[in-house]
């Protein structure tokens, strides 16, 4: 067999059925998609270990397409190899070549961007946000080793793009993690959407600035079959305490099509007779690369190793007095107060050794989170993952462990997951099972200030609750545990919800509220104390001071409802059931800025059509250092006498 011919034959091939499907669809990248056919025809018809039959078989290799918008290569090889696609695993089909026409149509499983919650379970994750990918790749080479499985991730990834810092963040930790099962691919196209790449971006700077950060490279003519098969046997042959390997290969934007090469075709189909020319041109080049080629040459994609049954159960999280004892912590117990983000800690240690499946995430702040406790205990310190000061590669890495089935559990101070809200909506997108654990959360964290505080996260994490996922759930349930017994049994909760969720813990000890045989549910809210004058709605460390404003309230002669929402989305008919009873008043109180419980609840009374009456307190300036909780609560008009106060008002007293 002529190797070379093959492929080129084949890279022309995607590269026509590229032109074709996103002339079809009016839009799409069919020149990023040019520049990379070579490299996806010796991946997925020669390289890669996997079944197009089950695509999504759990020791396949993997291909992470981090430049997403370059997908109409894949879904081409996907076609003309018969991959399965559909949402449904027991209505699977084979894609087609006819199919291709449907890109980007509503009803179609290929989507403008890799997506496999659309049906298209070759990808693991949602790309096309860029610099995400390599990340996504890490998370799946780690699932690997912890799965003891010898499966190979490949990641492609634009030269533009590597100058998201995300793509840095996540050499950084490949090389620190050693890892030889991953390999970044490079794709040097030399342009991005509106002019060439920085020269920063060339192929011999990311070759320098590889090999500074201790990559083993590979430079290659990314359409030279003997080139770049050379490399990708290179990488297959890694064996431990070598170095990992990158590869850089140069390449050109619509190879095979001299008409549209150059600056202006990004992201732009040719059409009508630039179409007609741009497939002359490909056929030309057919011509020139394949006349060796005989009807007997084929490819031959090896299958992957059998997936081994896993050989541990998944046990029950015991309470959390029966687990502190274990830990030599009754003295702790027996004092009344722990801080939530400690009770977190405790419970992933728990969890942990339950179920193997659980792996905690950090960002250089574990001894805070709590998190660390996974990294201590020598039974389980392989699923701690510490990824430095990098949060957007943490959530990232969390989602493709996801997708190799772990539960991800990622931690850092809540202000700074707000640096990771586009990998979490890309997880979300991705339907990745995200746990994310925000602690030094709102206005409580008081002396360090408003750079440390996370303010407007309850907002932005809401707004996932008011969606639906691709399972029919919600986005993202937002938690906030008001004391130690709730964060230890919501983790638990979270840990066996499939989605997303956030959590937020505080650095503050809280009294305990509730105890092992409070239920705590995904959507539920406990009522705290029982009035029948208005209803004060709270979470969090909030849920203590509003306690206290019930008391100054019952001196006063009010009788106030206290209601601890410390889940959003809740339990929207029981609430409307606990208001009308309190003469239609809510009061909401809330440290952080608005856009949270005052606004879901708000949501839900309007939705009712009744008439009620409500009134929002949240965190209205931009605080700043104080010496106490007191302090910032009375600067931002949230401490218990402010909440007597606005009862008040809303009563009309």
């Not at 190899?81 to 027991?90: C, E, T, W």
């Not at 790309?127 to 990918?133: E, F, I, R």
């Not at 009061?587 to 708000?602: F, H, K, P, R």
């Not at 939705?607 to 302090?631: A, C, E, Y």
């Amino acid at each position: 067999m002529s190797f070379e011919a093959a492929v080129h034959a084949q890279a022309i091939e995607l590269n026509r059925l590229a032109l074709d499907m996103t002339a079809a669809a009016g839009s799409g990248h069919p020149t990023t998609s040019m520049s990379i056919g070579h490299l996806v025809t010796v991946l997925m018809f020669h390289t890669m270990r996997w079944s197009p039959e089950y695509p999504d078989y759990p020791t396949s290799d993997r291909l992470v397409l981090s430049e997403g918008h370059a997908v109409p290569a894949v879904y081409a090889a996907c076609a003309k190899l018969g991959v399965m696609i559909g949402k449904d695993p027991s209505k699977r089909r084979k894609l087609t070549v006819d199919e291709l026409k449907k890109l980007r149509d509503a009803s179609s499983e290929l989507d403008g961007h890799p997506n496999p919650m659309e049906g298209f379970p070759f990808f693991d994750a949602a790309t096309g946000s860029l610099g995400q990918g390599l990340s996504v790749a890490l998370g799946l080479a780690e699932a690997a080793i912890l799965d003891k499985t010898d499966r190979r991730v490949y990641c492609i990834i634009g030269d533009g793009e590597s100058r998201e810092g995300q793509i840095a963040e996540a050499l950084d930790q490949l090389v620190d993690r050693k890892l030889i099962n991953v390999l970044p691919i490079f794709n040097c196209n030399e342009y991005g959407q509106t002019d060439r790449v920085s020269p920063q971006q060339s192929a011999e700077t990311l070759a320098a600035k590889l090999t500074a950060a201790g990559f083993e490279v590979k430079t290659v003519d990314g359409h030279n079959p003997a080139q770049i098969k050379a490399a990708f046997d290179a990488f297959a042959a890694l064996t431990p305490g070598k170095k990992p390997m990158a590869v850089v290969a140069s390449t050109v934007k619509g190879w095979g099509a001299e008409s549209v090469q150059g600056n202006g075709w990004h992201g732009k189909p040719p059409t009508g007779d630039q179409l007609k020319r741009a497939l002359a041109e490909l056929e030309q080049k057919r011509v020139e690369l394949t006349s060796s080629l005989t009807s007997q040459d084929a490819f031959t994609i090896q299958p992957p190793a059998d997936a081994r049954t896993p050989d541990y159960a998944t046990g029950e999280l015991p309470p959390l007095a029966q687990t502190m004892k274990q830990m030599d912590m009754e003295s702790v117990l027996q004092a009344g107060t722990l801080a939530t983000r400690r009770a977190y800690g405790i419970a992933l240690r728990a969890l942990c050794k339950v179920n193997r499946d659980v792996v905690a995430l950090d960002a250089d702040v574990s001894n805070s989170t709590f998190a660390d406790m996974v990294r201590k205990d020598a039974s389980m310190a392989d699923r701690f993952i510490e990824c430095k000061i990098a949060e957007q590669n943490m959530v990232s890495v969390a989602a493709g462990l996801s997708a190799a089935g772990k539960i991800p559990f990622v931690s850092t101070f809540a202000k700074f997951v707000t640096r990771a809200y586009d990998q979490i909506e890309m997880a979300i997108n991705s339907g990745a099972n995200l746990k994310i654990v925000g602690s030094h959360a709102g206005i409580t964290l008081a002396a360090d200030g408003p750079s440390q505080m996370s303010l407007p996260d309850v907002a932005w994490f809401r707004s996932f609750s008011t969606v639906k996922d691709h399972r029919g759930n919600p986005g993202c349930y937002v938690l906030q545990p008001s004391d130690a017994y709730a964060a230890y049994r919501l983790t638990e909760v979270m840990a066996e919800y499939q989605g997303c969720c956030y959590m937020r813990t505080l650095r503050a000890e809280t009294e305990f509220i509730y105890n092992d045989d409070v239920v705590f549910n995904l959507g539920g809210f406990e009522v705290l104390a029982q009035g029948r004058d208005l209803v004060i709605c709270a979470a969090g460390y909030m849920v203590h001071e509003a306690n206290r404003a019930v008391e100054l309230l019952d001196k006063a002669g009010v009788s106030a409802t206290l209601v601890d929402l410390y889940s959003l989305p809740f339990d929207t008919d029981a609430l409307l059931d606990l208001v009308q009873a309190n003469d239609g008043k809510v009061l909401t109180v809330e440290d952080n800025y608005g856009g949270g419980i005052g606004s879901a609840v708000a949501d839900a009374l309007v939705d009712s059509g009744d008439g009620f009456q409500l009134k929002q307190m949240h965190v209205r300036r931009i605080p700043k250092s104080g010496r106490t909780i007191d302090d910032l609560l009375k600067m931002c008009s949230l401490s218990a006498e402010d909440i007597k106060k606005n009862a008040m008002q809303l009563l009309g007293v």
